[in-house]
């Protein structure tokens, strides 16, 4: 019982590294700018609308074994900030009841992204990790390019996205104008530090999830080296070959075994799911 408390724990710490549900959206990489910077201040926003509401589940593989670790919700809603209409996205994640017992995790992170720009105006972050807690608002100056955390103010660039609204404006990559092994290069700022990250497409694929069989489009984040993944092109995600680009699976090795991140549930898609070859129920 202690070796399996034990390996419950190391699990624990590393579940609640963001795993939750950051590891759909940890595509951060350190490599130089390229000409494609320049799509992601003029892409329009064609694969979500609000109301959008999409259900992952999280596994982990300890010996072999995959285990149900937790769940995560990704919410679109619409408001208004400071005059501009906007995006109002949330990332709720927690951990498996199973398993609070000895670690609970329950992690929101919120993004307000401008519906005309596509670019966040303010990003919070509200977690608790087994009782370590973080509280986190940043509020981006466009006009200045800076932004604002706590009573610091760091210089940001014109394309500048947080951590999560990064995924949603990758969504809207038209993948069609590149070939295999291409990187698509922005700007991201996270934990008051500002990354050149990149996305490399590879190509088109039929995949095979718990929820069913999907025809989809793969890619690969370069990760930052941290406490709980290597550094390099380890982590792999599929998102749905259609106009939604919903992610349909992130995969990737871990410090201490493996995780995979399935989309489980989806309601009020912009676009017809065409990519569904089966669906489980």
């Known amino acids: 019982m202690a070796k399996i408390k034990s390996a419950f724990y190391r699990f624990g710490i590393l579940f609640s590294k963001r795993v939750v549900f950051l590891v759909i959206v940890y595509c951060i990489g350190q490599i130089g700018h390229a000409s494609a910077q320049d799509d992601f201040c003029t892409t329009v926003n064609t694969s ?21 670790a937790g769940n995560a919700v990704f919410h679109t809603r619409a408001t208004e900030m400071d005059g501009r209409k ?51 608002d940043v509020k981006f100056d466009r006009t200045d390019k800076i932004a604002l955390s706590g009573d610091k103010r760091y210089s ?25 092994g291409d990187k698509i290069p922005f700007d991201m700022f996270l934990d008051d530090k500002l990354y050149p990250v990149y996305i490399k497409y590879m190509g088109k694929e039929v995949i095979k999830t718990k929820k069913g069989k999907f025809h989809s489009i793969k890619i690969v984040p370069l990760l930052i080296e941290g406490t709980l993944f290597d550094g390099g092109e380890k982590m792999t995600v599929w998102v749905s070959d259609d106009k939604n680009h ?19 549930k989806f309601e009020n898609l912009r676009n017809p799911f065409t990519s569904i070859i089966k669906i489980d129920d």
């Open 48 to 68: 979500y609308k609000t109301g959008e509401k999409l259900t992952f589940n999280v596994y982990y593989n300890m010996s072999f074994i995959w285990i149900f």
């Open 86 to 136: 906007v995006y109002h996205i949330s990332g709720d994640g927690k951990t498996a009841s199973s398993y609070e017992w000895f670690y609970k995790v329950r992690d929101l992170y919120e993004t307000y992204i401008d519906r005309e720009t596509l670019l966040p105006l303010r990003f919070v972050r509200n977690v608790n990790e087994g009782g370590f807690k973080i509280n986190q």
């Open 156 to 180: 940001i660039t014109d394309c500048t996205q947080d951590v999560l609204s990064a995924i949603y404006f990758a969504r809207n990559i038209d993948y069609s104008k590149y070939k295999p």
């Open 246 to 264: 919903i992610p349909l699976r992130v995969s990737s090795p871990i410090i201490v075994g493996s995780i995979k991140v399935d989309l489980m």
